[in-house]
């Protein structure tokens, strides 16, 4: 059987190098190391460090890397993967997380099963927030995106990792395998084709992904969403043979029984044909990736709860397909929100935008009091910011700041873009509240004005995920295909503590 992902026994240890008995040890090396550590190396590995840096086959920047084989018979492993990392102010958290995935990465290549990583480059971080990415960087390189070719003969996993380090750094090796594992599971669900992902399908997986102490979750069929008066997620709905759901989960940890709420929205699109606003076959296949931000929101959920993090946490996904169907919503057509708001559909192919209305005001309903969405929602944030960054947007701006500040931390780019009032013009409808596809202009801005008028009053804030969810080229620390962003920025987010607005 083909599995996507293992996650390798993982463990720290205060034991030499040479007395470490592995199938590789990863060393890291900053680009301006001293002359002194290249001698040391020189003396194991009979100079060859030196001449592969005077050739200048290996020059130790970022996640370069070079094997070499001991000749010190004392040592017990006899192979060693240096990994470059640069400049050493640059090496943060998101630089160790990258070497440690890419050294993990070449080391399933070459069937090395059993790895060892020697925590001997600080960089800017403290021991166990290095030790935390390490972990995480190893798990998420863990990771086979060919479980659909019937013959995969080469799928290889690392069975064992061990970190050596000081052995106080046991609980951060352990959030930072939690954290790659939520982060892969994550990705399998994003990287699964729609045939294989209905909405159904999604609202089983992601709840057997969030049943972990501390979670509740209940599903809401159609007939339960029609009751809500969800009249923008039925509408997206009714063009597909399959039926909606609503998945809600609740996390209320015993060290915070009451406060504020955080509420986390993602969009579950399990596939995105544009519907009547039928989009170009070129690409298209790349729309099973449009639930992404449902995905993320669960996958954070989770690991808050693993983390039994003080804070309490809800999470709304709506699940639909979007589906040129006999029975489907027609350009021109007007819903009626669960909020009450009526929109003129001139587009269907801006369907996440009506599914993420009905399901922010259920969020509010619920008693979030601090609501963040997460959404693959245009094509325009990747006009604005590429394949990088992700988008923030958000009211007030304390609230925009602390999510950034925690995408700092975690290692990960968003960029905020404005929500004047001025752009408020677009959504004009001539005979409903407003429209749902208000034109090229700012395309990514007027979407998230959109979701605003039913995010309520409390503190929103919106991340477009539609350029960075989906990785187009494979890179030596991640492969092709969902990338699993965000998870670690709204983590974050609830480690902070929600600030009080
Ligand atoms: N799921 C798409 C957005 C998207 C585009 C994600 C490209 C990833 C890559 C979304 O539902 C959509 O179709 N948006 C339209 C909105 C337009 C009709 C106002 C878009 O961006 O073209
Ligand atoms: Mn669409
Ligand atoms: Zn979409």
Not at 172 to 197: C, D, F, K, Q, W
Request: charged share 20%; with cysteine; hydrophobic share 45%.
């Amino acid at each position: 059987m083909q599995v996507p992902y293992e996650v390798p026994r993982l463990s720290v240890s205060s034991a030499a190098i040479g007395a470490t008995d592995a199938d590789l040890i990863i060393i890291p090396i900053a680009q301006d190391h001293t002359a002194a550590t290249v001698a040391a190396y020189d003396a194991i590995f009979g100079g060859d460090l030196s001449s592969a840096l005077d050739r200048g086959e290996f020059t130790a920047k970022a996640c370069e890397t070079l094997v070499l084989r001991r000749l010190a018979q004392d040592w017990r492993t006899a192979r060693v993967m240096f990994v470059g990392g640069g400049p050493r102010a640059e090496i943060d958290a998101e630089r160790v997380r990258r070497m440690a995935a890419t050294a993990a990465q070449a080391a399933r290549h070459q069937h090395l099963g059993r790895i060892a990583w020697a925590d001997v480059e600080a960089g800017t971080l403290s021991t166990a927030a290095r030790v935390e990415v390490i972990a995480e960087g190893i798990v998420v390189a863990n990771f086979d995106n060919g479980v659909y070719k019937s013959r995969n003969d080469r799928q290889f996993f690392i069975k064992d990792a061990v970190i050596l380090s000081g052995p106080d750094t046991t609980t951060a090796a352990a959030t930072g395998r939690a954290t790659g594992e939520s982060i892969n599971a994550a990705r399998v669900l994003v990287n699964e084709p729609g045939n294989y992902l209905t909405p159904r399908i999604l609202a089983e997986k992601a709840q057997a992904l969030a049943a972990v102490p501390g979670i509740t979750a209940e599903v809401l069929d159609e007939h339960a969403i029609a009751a809500l008066g969800m009249g923008m997620l039925l509408g997206v709905s009714r063009g597909s043979i399959e039926p909606p759901r609503l998945l809600v989960l609740r996390y209320a940890p015993a060290s915070a029984p009451t406060g504020p709420t955080l509420g986390l929205v993602g969009k579950g699109v399990t596939f995105d044909t544009g519907g009547i606003s039928l989009k170009p076959a070129d690409g298209m296949e790349r729309m099973k990736d449009d639930m992404a931000g449902g995905a993320t929101v669960v996958a954070a959920l989770r690991s808050i709860a693993l983390q039994q993090l003080p804070i309490n946490a809800i999470a709304v996904v709506p699940m639909t397909e979007n589906m040129p169907g006999g029975k489907a919503t027609k350009p021109g057509d007007i819903l009626r929100s669960a909020s009450g708001l009526t929109v003129e559909v001139n587009n269907t192919d801006a369907e996440g935008r009506l599914i993420l209305g009905d399901a922010l005001w259920y969020a509010r309903q619920l008693g979030a009091t601090h609501v963040i969405d997460v959404a693959t929602l245009t094509g325009a944030i990747v006009v604005a910011l590429g394949k990088t960054t992700t988008g923030l947007f958000g009211t007030p701006d304390p609230w925009v700041n602390h999510i950034r500040a925690a995408a700092v931390r975690a290692g990960e780019k968003l960029w905020p873009l404005p929500l004047f009032d001025d752009y408020r013009e677009q959504l004009k409808s001539e005979i409903a509240d407003m429209v749902n596809s208000p034109g090229r202009p700012a395309g990514a801005v007027t979407a998230a004005m959109f979701l605003k008028e039913f995010a309520g009053d409390g503190p929103w804030a919106h991340l477009d995920i539609a350029g960075t969810a989906w990785a187009e080229e494979s890179k030596p620390w991640q492969p092709k295909g969902a990338t699993g962003t965000m998870i670690r920025t709204l983590v974050d987010v609830a480690r902070a503590g929600l600030p009080g607005i």
